[in-house]
């Protein structure tokens, strides 16, 4: 009888272990930051008043590999910076919109601005540096 309580007690605690693994996203302790640049072009193509901080820009994450859609947004302080904080360990895209020149299968004229990361270790800050991004 004791051995098959040991074997059972065994067997579930194996089963618990292996059913803890943690995937990318919220719930762990690394942050992933950065700062949004802005290049202001007229219509034209044009430099107008060269860059300037990205101050309320939609920034979004997606965990993992694979996906299409986000998981979450930000948006980026007065200063252009954003953090996005808990993350576990993993692969990670980070995406903002741009400006482009009308396009025919481009209604709403945006491009994305794709930026990848990995985080590999616990604690870790992971910084992306600026991310400059066109506004017409």
Do not use: H
Not at 20 to 35: A, L, N, P, V, W
Not at 56 to 78: A, F, H, L, P, Q
Not at 108 to 118: C, F, M
Request: net charge negative; proline share 1%; charged share 25%.
């Amino acid at each position: 009888m004791k051995k098959i309580i040991s074997v059972f007690v065994v067997l579930v605690s194996f089963l618990l272990l292996n059913s803890c693994k943690k995937y990318e996203g919220e719930g762990g302790s690394s942050k992933i930051i950065g700062r949004i640049t802005v290049d202001n072009y007229n219509i034209g193509g044009s430099i107008l008043e060269g860059s300037y901080v990205g101050a309320d820009e939609d920034v979004y994450i997606i965990y993992g590999e694979g996906n299409t859609y986000y998981n979450d947004r930000i948006k980026t302080s007065y200063d252009g910076t954003f953090e996005f904080n808990y993350l576990q360990n993993g692969k990670y895209s980070i995406y903002v919109y741009e400006d482009v020149l009308p396009e025919p299968n481009n209604a709403d004229n945006k491009k994305v601005v794709l930026v990848t990361a990995e985080i590999t270790e616990k604690k870790s800050t992971i910084d992306l540096g600026d991310i400059t991004i066109i506004r017409k």
